[in-house]
T-cell receptor, first 111, second 112 residues
Framework: DTGVSQNPRHKITKRGQNVTFRCDPI?????LYWYRQTLGQGPEFLTY????????KSRLLSDRFSAERPKGSFSTLEIQRTEQGDSAMYLC?????????FGPGTRLTVT | AQRVTQPEKLLSVFKGAPVELKCNYS??????LFWYVQYSRQRLQLLLR??SRESIKGFTADLNKGETSFHLKKPFAQEEDSAMYYC??????????????FGKGTLLTVNP
């Protein structure tokens, strides 16, 4: 499968724990995006990388969230001190142009 | 800031009937509009974009800048069209990062 992959697919964690998600984009795609989707809503933009540079962060991304894309390849999204409100589907997408290709998402449940 | 509105959360039609999923947007500049679709247990995938003016799976969408709309239409719905449909916008301007702004989605059910 040469599409965008995300791991893990599901994560259940206790409030206060740290979690890290990984996204592997399509290999030649230089742009990488993270979105968050909660029930009944469309995906909401979190952050964007062009190669290894993080060029924009949404105000949805509090200080507890950090994202990296070392060497412009895979990306990680870390949430520290998780809260119940962080429960959501976290989507990664990659692109070369305006067409974004999405991964299957990581569903986070914070108990 | 840009916004995308999909006024219908749910839309139910019978097989063979025409279907129209509404999308309105607000953005003062030049946007690029997309329709994404998510079938049950599958990832979000691009259905069509206004700039390509294609018909995909029998669906078409025309950008109406006067009405700021980008409605998705199909003349004869099929059961396999049942899915969640999202309208989305990219802001095209200097320094744009091409992030997508999505509507809340419309769940289309095509009944036999």
């Amino acid at each position: 499968d040469t599409g965008v992959s995300q791991n893990p697919r599901h994560k259940i964690t206790k409030r206060g724990q740290n979690v890290t998600f990984r996204c592997d984009p399509i290999s030649e795609h230089n742009r990488l995006y993270w979105y968050r989707q909660t029930l009944g809503q469309g995906p909401e933009f979190l952050t964007y990388f062009q190669n290894e540079a993080q060029l924009e962060k949404s105000r949805l991304l509090s200080d507890r969230f950090s994202a990296e894309r070392p060497k412009g390849s895979f990306s990680t999204l870390e949430i520290q001190r998780t809260e119940q409100g962080d429960s959501a589907m976290y989507l990664c997408a990659s692109s070369v142009t305006h067409e974004q290709y999405f991964g299957p998402g990581t569903r986070l449940t914070v108990t | 800031a840009q916004r995308v509105t999909q006024p219908e959360k749910l839309l139910s039609v019978f097989k063979g009937a025409p279907v129209e999923l509404k999308c309105n947007y607000s953005y003062s500049g030049s946007p690029e509009l997309f329709w994404y679709v998510q079938y049950s247990r599958q990832r979000l995938q691009l259905l069509l974009r206004h700039i390509s003016r294609e018909s995909i799976k029998g669906f078409t969408a025309d950008l109406n800048k006067g009405e700021t709309s980008f409605h998705l239409k199909k003349p004869f719905a099929q059961e396999e069209d049942s899915a969640m449909y999202y309208c989305a916008l990219i802001r095209i301007s200097g320094g744009s990062n091409y992030k997508l702004t999505f509507g809340k989605g419309t769940l289309l059910t095509v009944n036999p």
